[in-house]
């Protein structure tokens, strides 16, 4: 089973993280209206406790189970036993933890029927397939699925959510379309592998790297998921709130970034076994610059608006979302090196320990963070600590590939789009303070924030683009006179 073009896989992730970009900005401003506040944390807060327990349903799998497909995806028998085992493990882990989910309901004393809800969310991740066909290389398929169950449900929130006693309504609709995505997925599986009884071998031979995967994927979740549980226990339902629509904005561009690393591990995993370490690197090199191009005008950009955007988009209420923004937006250029080194080196070269380090160093700063700062300083605190601990992954991997990798080249390429970036950054931020708060003044920034910075980066690419290019010509003059002589 060959895997599909590179460019293909890349153009269906991004339409679908576009489509992700486009319908929160649809509904939040809504949400945010007609919820309020509280009513967005008591969401968070609920989501935030259901996801820990499909964290543990998935057990690593989602890294694991992409790079034991990629591997074995051309020999049908090895795909049929790695798959059939992989799933029997899943599907007893899911088991087990929907149970433990159950004993928690009970267990509860308020906010019961949130937590009911949220159930159908956790149920979800006991038919999630979604690693498999990431592992073939077959993401039009998800992406396709994935992209009506996510217009389906902005269309039955703007019918069915019309006050903040629907916020139970809110929460079922996110559920129940996690769960039909999930299910939607099982259709189609005969076409691309035939489930197999498994044996307790080739179970167990699985267990061993799906922890050791695990473990980066807790410890991510202490500054990505504890944060809200934390802001939530400690500085009230209200403080969630904010935090939770400043972190909506800033992960929806994220989300483009990440489905470039989803599209390249399995491709680099393949890579590692057939190609030489040139390939690598040079697949390693490209991804980064056009990576952190993207990710320095998300950052500068999102930052630069912040203040503006917040107030208008979402209310008067949701003004402190401003700063939060602001600030998580600082984190995208960190999450972006980390990620190319991630899905392209570390997990698809094994190299699992190093990974887990940096993540588990991150976990421990973010909440030594939070325990100082959340109690004066609320969600701003929880902010501030996802900023160290996105910074403290970011510099453990680079150190720990520093000898593999040309880090120095990377960190050379990425300059320039920091400088623009950072100039962009200051022209639409001091127009927004100097001309006031208005939906012009908003549309004004975007413009001038997005035709200077592709402006000065279509420069800068062209130039490097022209270096090559000559010195490419100057080596085969070179060339054709040696084979004169």
Not at 201 to 212: E, F
Request: aromatic share 14%.
């Amino acid at each position: 089973m060959r895997g599909s073009n590179v460019k293909q896989n890349l153009f269906y992730q991004m339409c679908y993280e576009v489509l992700v970009l486009i319908l929160p900005l649809i509904t939040s401003p809504y949400i945010a209206r007609v919820i309020g506040a509280e009513g967005l944390g008591i969401y968070s807060y609920s989501y935030t406790i259901a996801n820990y327990f499909v964290l543990f349903s998935m057990l690593g799998i989602k890294n694991y189970g992409c790079r034991a497909i990629a591997q074995v995806r051309d020999d049908p028998e090895k795909l049929r036993i790695t798959f059939s085992s992989l799933l029997s493990v899943h599907i007893i882990v899911s088991l087990l933890c929907m149970t433990a989910y159950i004993c928690y309901i009970f267990l509860l004393e308020s906010e019961r029927i949130y937590a009911i809800i949220q159930g159908v969310f956790v149920l979800s991740a006991l038919f999630d397939i979604s690693w498999f066909y990431f592992g073939i290389e077959k993401f039009k398929l998800t992406v396709s699925r994935s992209a009506v169950i996510k217009l389906l449900n902005v269309i039955c929130i703007f019918l069915f959510v019309r006050s903040r006693n629907d916020l139970w309504k809110y929460c079922f609709i996110l559920a129940l379309g996690m769960l039909l995505n999930q299910l939607s997925l099982w259709i189609p599986l005969k076409k691309y592998v035939r489930i197999v009884r498994p044996d307790m071998k080739n179970m167990c031979r699985h267990i061993k790297p799906l922890l050791i995967l695990f473990i980066p994927a807790i410890a991510i979740s202490l500054y990505k998921y504890m944060d809200k549980i934390m802001i939530g226990a400690i500085s009230g339902k209200e403080q969630l709130g904010f935090y939770e629509n400043a972190e909506k904005v800033v992960s929806v561009p994220l989300s483009i970034i990440s489905a470039f690393g989803t599209v390249m591990l399995p491709r680099m995993a393949g890579l590692i076994q057939s190609s030489g370490q040139s390939v690598i690197l040079r697949y390693i090199t490209v991804s980064m610059r056009y990576i952190m191009c993207l990710a320095f005008a998300l950052a500068f950009g999102l930052a630069g608006v912040g203040c503006i955007f917040a107030p208008l988009f979402w209310g008067e209420e949701f003004a402190p979302s401003g700063i939060i923004m602001m600030g998580l937006a600082s984190t995208i250029p960190f999450i972006s090196f980390a990620d190319v080194i991630r899905t392209q080196y570390l997990i698809p070269a094994k190299k699992d320990r190093e990974y887990l380090c940096s993540v588990i160093m991150g976990a421990v700063v973010n909440l030594i963070i939070n325990f100082a700062l959340l109690p004066s300083f609320g969600a701003v605190g929880a902010t501030i600590g996802t900023i160290a601990a996105e910074a403290c992954v970011c510099i453990i991997q680079m150190w720990a590939v520093r000898h593999d990798l040309e880090l120095k080249t990377y960190l050379k390429n990425a300059l320039p789009f920091f400088l623009i970036g950072l100039i962009m950054f200051f022209a639409v931020y001091l127009l927004g303070q100097w001309a006031g708060t208005t939906w012009l003044i908003l549309f004004l920034q975007i413009l001038l924030g997005i035709v200077f910075y592709i402006l000065a980066a279509t420069v800068y690419l062209a130039a490097i683009h022209e270096d090559i290019f000559m010195s490419a010509l100057r080596r085969l003059k070179r060339m054709g006179r040696k084979d004169a002589l």
